[in-house]
């Protein structure tokens, strides 16, 4: 060890990255102290790498950041997760800004802090990732000195406007990825609408977000991720670059995602309610989609996912996850047609209500994936079964044991709850 380079011994302490760890390794020797001053790259204060954090006063837990952070000189990523702590005071957290705001590339911090705007006191020109929760973000105006380098940003439960969430995308030229986690929204108007707009935006994950009217503007968008969102319109105007869409417990009147859409490959939909027709013809043109899968999710107007549109439009998806309402007079038109889904390799089914019409749409499949190697059922059987019920689940039950040998090349596999 005596032989390595002081810059080998920095990067050794970087991936250590918990403040306590690194603060022990370069007690070492005087070569180790020289690494941890001058070539330390990472630092972590963590509430849960060391229990002593839980038991040290605030103001005792920022002298020792503040005694920490100023022992080196060129950090380029500062994280603080500090979930025990109310708040930080003003002082020493801008003081720990002001000092790494040259060499500083990314940030964590979750620790609010009154008075303090966090983007004001970051240096701008080197910062890359910025995440940043239980805090406000204030005053940012159409003239904001930009960040050239920012392609990350990642807001929980912060508050901010929703011009100012726009102006900020504005001033990050390069940004690719954004997360808003339960961002608290202000809205100038009546109407709660926020418009966002971005060209080099690539990534966009929201989640626990209320709004009449969310609009996305992105011309490079691949991957959108709503979660737990209530909200009138959601609009995606981009030039077809989606590649994955996940839906995941959303209630919206109004979806579009435009109907160019060629590059789509994963649709993950969940807990949602879509009109068939429409979604088909914002997604028919997916000629690329390798998985699909659309779970609980109510098909309003008594429509139903047909296999032919899948196996025509879709000539390419691999796996295929199903849930939904059957509904007797329907199942038999969603399995008409007669072409293959001939690269479908994995093949999910659930139920939400246990019917007998479930085995003939299982069928039904199967005679149209002459490659599938695995199916997996998912079903809720209740522990106070009624005779109807016993009687539906026996009756699949011996037909899935005929179905099998016919399909002995096939895995299947359970999962009830």
């Not at 705007?117 to 970051?122: A, T, Y």
Request: net charge negative; proline share 2%; glycine share 4%.
């Amino acid at each position: 060890m005596e032989y390595l380079p002081v810059e080998v011994i920095g990067n050794i302490l970087s991936w250590l990255g918990a403040a306590r760890d690194v603060v022990i390794a370069s007690a070492t020797c005087k070569k180790w102290r020289e690494a941890c001053r001058n070539h330390l790259h990472a630092l972590t204060f963590n509430s849960d790498d060391w229990p002593v954090y839980h038991d040290l006063t605030t103001r005792r837990l920022e002298i020792l950041i503040t005694q920490t952070i100023f022992q080196t000189t060129g950090l380029q990523s500062l994280s603080i997760f500090m979930d025990d702590v109310d708040e930080f005071s003003a002082a020493p957290v801008i003081a720990w800004l002001m000092y790494t705001r040259e060499t500083l590339r990314q940030l964590s911090y979750n620790v609010r802090t009154p008075n303090v705007n966090i983007l004001e006191k970051c240096g701008r020109q080197k910062l890359e990732k910025l995440f940043l929760a239980h805090n406000s973000i204030t005053g940012i105006e159409p003239s904001y000195q930009k960040f050239p380098c920012l392609t990350s940003i990642s807001l929980s439960y912060v508050s901010i406007s929703a011009l100012d969430l726009s102006l900020l995308l504005t001033a990050c030229p390069k940004i690719e990825s954004l997360v808003l986690v339960n961002p608290d929204i202000a809205i100038s108007d009546a109407q709660a609408t926020m418009e966002l707009s971005s060209l080099s935006l690539k990534s966009i994950f929201v989640e626990s977000i209320s709004l009449d009217k969310f609009i996305l503007e992105a011309d490079n968008v691949e991957n959108l991720h709503l979660k737990d969102c209530t909200l009138e319109l959601f609009e995606l105007a981009g030039k077809g670059t989606l590649k994955n869409l996940e839906i995941d417990d959303v209630s919206v009147i109004h979806f579009d995602i435009g109907e160019v859409n060629e590059n789509l490959e994963v649709i993950d939909i969940s807990n949602f309610t879509i009109t068939w027709s429409k979604f088909r013809q914002m997604i028919s043109r997916s000629s690329r989609l390798r998985k699909l899968q659309l779970w609980c999710v109510v098909f309003e107007d008594d429509e139903i996912l047909d296999l032919e549109t899948l196996a025509t439009c879709f000539p390419q998806l691999n796996q295929l996850s199903l849930s939904f309402d059957l509904k007797d007079n329907l199942v038999h038109y969603a399995v008409q047609g007669l072409s293959q889904l001939e690269n479908l390799a994995v093949l999910e089914l659930g139920w939400i209500t246990i019917c007998d019409v479930f085995s003939y749409w299982l069928g039904g499949l199967l005679e149209r994936c002459p490659n599938l190697k695995k199916l997996v059922i998912h079903g809720s059987v209740s522990q106070s079964k009624s005779d109807e019920e016993c009687r539906v689940l026996a009756n699949f039950t011996s037909y899935i044991v005929r179905l099998m040998r016919k399909y002995m090349h096939v895995e299947v596999q359970f999962e009830y709850d």
